[in-house]
């Protein structure tokens, strides 16, 4: 898993994994998979399920990757305490799966809170077949 500043402002996880080191062999598996995560813990709360990829392909202007070949976003929410309005800007999370020909790539911008932080790297980390 690396860390990165995306576009300069966005900090941002990301973990590229060979499609022979993960037990799961389509974006759908691997968005499955965070479903059941998602469900198993304690605070996590699930939102939606969003075809980045259908959507980005149907509108006129849309351009993708050439190299992406599926791409959804897991949506759900780690909020346990509502002090101000302004938290509201930082949340609901998300889990971005792309699919390229013989890679996933899975990645999430860093939240304010460790407790979500962890549970998202220990969940991308828990792809990865160990040997």
Not at 16 to 23: D, F, L, R, T
Not at 37 to 51: L, R
Not at 58 to 75: F, M, R, S
């Amino acid at each position: 898993m690396k860390q990165m500043m995306l576009q300069e402002k966005y900090p941002v996880f990301t973990m590229e994994v060979g499609k022979n080191e993960i037990a799961h062999r389509t974006v759908d598996g691997i968005v499955d998979y965070f479903l059941a995560k998602i469900a198993e813990h304690p605070v996590a709360q699930f939102i939606a399920v969003f075809d980045h990829y259908a959507h980005t392909k149907a509108l006129p202007q849309g351009e993708i990757a050439p190299d992406i070949i599926a791409a959804k976003n897991v949506v759900f929410c780690f909020g346990t305490h509502l002090p101000n309005p302004q938290v509201l800007a930082v949340r609901p999370r998300a889990i971005g799966i792309a699919e390229k020909a013989d890679t996933f790539v899975i990645s999430f911008m860093e939240a304010p809170m460790p407790l979500a932080n962890n549970a998202m790297e220990a969940w991308a980390k828990a792809l990865v077949i160990n040997d």
